[in-house]
């Protein structure tokens, strides 16, 4: 999979599939992407090959009070991924896929805040916040993350 920003000084290719994908509604997506939820995939960062450019780290706060870091095109100031539990993941946002239309969330998150237009299939995991990544994502995806981890110390 390949994508980037819109004037595409900044393009990337993942290097392999998703752990997985997340559609987040909290307040603090709803509020950086100016819609009702993000669609994110979560993955290595060392499996986002840059192709062009060299997106730009945004420190923004979020209403946890905590820091969450978005790196966007310095020309356009898209938002391509974004960092938020630690250097050795990527939240990519699945809008800036050349082929968005091929990616269906795996999980849905923070629902407790998600717009009431919006519905769920009633097959499709969903937490009022968050969950243990140990009870949904596949085994070969939970081994990804701990080499990641692994190497990343």
Same mark, same amino acid.
Request: aromatic share 8%; hydrophobic share 55%; glycine share 0%.
């Given at each position: 999979m390949e994508g980037g920003c819109s004037c595409g000084a900044v393009r990337y290719r993942l290097a392999s599939e998703p752990l997985i994908v /997340?559609?987040?509604?909290c307040l603090n997506c709803q509020r950086q992407t100016g819609?009702?939820?993000a669609i994110n995939l979560v993955i290595?960062? $060392?499996r986002v090959e840059l192709l062009a450019g060299e997106p730009q780290p945004v420190d923004v706060p979020r209403d946890d009070g905590s820091m969450q870091r978005i790196f966007r095109c310095p020309g356009c100031r =898209?938002? &391509?991924y974004s960092e938020y539990a630690g250097p050795e993941f990527r939240f990519v946002r699945a809008g800036?896929? $050349?082929e968005p239309r091929g990616i269906t969330p795996d =999980? /849905?998150?923070f629902t407790k805040s998600k717009v $009431?237009? &919006?519905v769920i299939p009633e097959s499709m995991p969903t937490f009022d916040v968050f969950y243990d990544r140990k009870t949904l994502w596949p085994?070969?995806?939970l081994e990804r993350a701990a080499a990641a981890v692994a190497g990343a110390s």
């Open positions: /997340h559609c987040c509604h819609a009702a939820f290595e960062a $060392d =898209v938002a &391509v800036t896929l $050349d =999980v /849905h998150i $009431d237009w &919006v085994a070969a995806s």
